[in-house]
């Protein structure tokens, strides 16, 4: 199966500012990588899929990008409400798989 | 509007049998993809199992054999049998809908805990 690595564990960013998160996977996985935000005592919500489509009602500056096995979620100004844990799962091998997640925290 | 309700976690021993249900409003059970996906407490997301529109079900290695997934389409509700139950079963387990385009998750639960301890 594929192995989803995201990068970093931890991301400390303030208010404001942009945040980069990594996922990288052990082959290709083309464009067919979603992502997820979880915040405490929350399901997971999607936010992107196919690597940069974002879901119904996400805002804007959430972006995805990249394809085969460096994928990348950047939050461009982040809001009080985007500090939560950040998921990536890949579809196009079977069986999804998803990364352990990086957690946006207040710096 | 989506919504997906499980209820059903509890308290188990080890060995013991438990069965989630997961009861659907907005769309249709079974014209739809639909799968469980479980979380360990403070770990990441794991995908157990899969029923698809046409009946067929997928399993993760971790529960085959020991889980079952099915639905009511009487009562637009998805179900998880789940038997001989382990201690690394304890988890967040989540009714998810899996997306038209591609197998990935675009409607969630709020989940339901299930405890497997002596």
């Known amino acids: 199966e594929i192995v989803m690595t995201q990068s970093p564990a931890t991301l400390s960013v303030s208010p404001g500012e942009r945040a980069t998160l990594s996922c990288r996977a052990s082959?290709?996985?083309?464009?067919?990588l979603a992502w997820y935000q979880q915040k405490p005592g929350q399901a997971p919500r999607l936010l992107i899929y196919?690597?940069?489509t974002r879901a119904t009602g996400i805002p804007a500056r959430f972006s995805g990008s990249g394809s085969g096995t460096e994928l990348t979620l950047t939050i461009s100004s982040l809001q009080s409400e985007d500090f939560a844990v950040y998921y990536c799962?890949?579809?196009?091998?079977?069986?999804?798989?998803f990364g352990q997640g990086t957690k946006v925290e207040i710096k | 509007e989506v919504q997906l309700v499980e209820t059903g976690g509890g308290l188990i021993q080890p060995g013991g049998s438990l069965r989630l249900s997961c009861a659907a409003s907005g769309f249709i059970v079974s014209s739809n993809y639909m799968s469980w996906v479980r979380q360990a407490p403070g770990k990441g997301l794991e995908w157990v199992s899969f029923?698809?529109?046409?009946?067929?079900?997928y399993y993760a290695d971790s529960v085959k054999g020991r889980f079952t997934i099915s639905r009511d389409n009487s009562k637009n509700t998805l179900y998880l049998q789940m038997n001989s139950l382990r201690a690394d079963d304890t988890a967040f387990y989540y009714c998810a809908c899996i997306a038209v385009a591609g197998l990935y998750f675009d409607y969630w639960g709020q989940g339901t805990l299930v405890t497997v301890s002596s």
């Open positions: 082959q290709s996985v083309s464009s067919n």
């Open positions: 029923i698809y529109s046409g009946g067929s079900t």
């Open positions: 799962q890949q579809y196009n091998i079977w069986p999804p798989t």
């Open positions: 196919g690597a940069s």
